[in-house]
């Protein structure tokens, strides 16, 4: 728990720019879902947030992203869909979505921390990273970084 906390510390003071949260769009379609469903999609929040893993299948390098589920609900009672994704329609190359701790923190709502590797093409490697991210289900706000 004493590295969750200090995790959402850092999403205050590293909340960075090349991770990308964005409207559900083509990423999150529902044949995308990593198989298994059952172990790659969960619910938090007594249900009201919920997880999933997708793999686009391209680019190969970066094919995974996260569909989130989550509150505020709108008028016709449908929950927030976001994509959290490495950057811009790139994904990562890797999610450990076995991995994934949660806490709530008043300040920024459920925060959720999963180990991910990121493709780097510049020296065509794979970096293992810790992707955090958080959402406050009052309004829908969500931050991610890498802390």
């Known amino acids: 728990m004493k590295i969750l906390s200090a995790f959402i510390f850092m999403l205050y003071a590293n909340t960075a720019t090349a991770q990308e949260v964005v409207d559900c769009d083509w990423q999150a379609a529902i044949q995308k879902i990593v198989e298994p469903w059952e172990e790659n999609s969960r619910?938090?929040?007594?249900?009201?947030?919920?997880?999933?893993?997708?793999?686009?299948?391209?680019?190969a390098a970066g094919s995974f992203h996260i569909v989130v589920l989550s509150?505020?609900?709108?008028?016709?009672?449908?929950?927030?869909?976001?994509?959290?994704?490495?950057?811009?329609?790139?994904?990562?190359?890797?999610?450990?979505?076995?991995?994934?701790?949660?806490?709530?923190?008043?300040?920024?709502?459920?925060?959720?921390?999963?180990?991910?590797?990121?493709?780097?093409?510049?020296?065509?490697?794979?970096?293992?990273?810790?992707l955090a991210f958080s959402i406050n289900q009052a309004t829908g706000e969500m931050m991610v970084s890498y802390p």
């Open 43 to 59: 619910v938090f929040s007594n249900g009201a947030v919920r997880l999933t893993l997708v793999d686009v299948s391209e680019p």
């Open 71 to 130: 509150p505020p609900e709108d008028g016709m009672g449908n929950r927030h869909c976001k994509v959290v994704s490495a950057s811009a329609h790139v994904g990562f190359s890797y999610v450990d979505f076995k991995k994934i701790k949660s806490a709530y923190d008043p300040r920024v709502g459920l925060v959720f921390v999963m180990p991910v590797r990121v493709y780097n093409g510049q020296n065509d490697t794979f970096e293992p990273k810790k």
